[in-house]
């Protein structure tokens, strides 16, 4: 059985792709930006926007039935490698305990201008030892 769930994103539907997928004890969690309502948040702020883009996975993996101690896997896409320190402090603020598997690539642009960083999830419905 396949579960989606979907966000406010204006590239969703536009796309066809849903903000994270379930499959059995499985979750993906797709790129998710800093962007609610349509508009970036946290422009030029590369701590704030992993923030809110890790506030946004975590969101999609609750309704899902998972929590943040169950990722395994995370990758981070960022326009500007040289502020890696600002990314890293934002992910490492949630992740910190649970250590999952995690690759920071540089891109040359995202989506929208504006945005600096996108992050995608993996998941495992009861495989993490503890939440955070």
Known sequence: MRERVSTSSPWEDLVGYSRAVRVGDTVHVSGTTAVRDGQVVGAGN??????????IVIAALAELG????????????VTDISR????????GEIFRDVRPAASMLEVSALIHPDLLVEIEAEAIVGGGATDP
């Open 46 to 55: 590369p701590y704030t926007q992993t923030r809110v883009a890790l506030e």
């Open 66 to 77: 998972a929590t943040p101690a169950d990722v395994v896997r995370t990758r981070m896409f």
């Open 84 to 91: 890696w320190e600002e990314y890293g402090r934002a992910h």
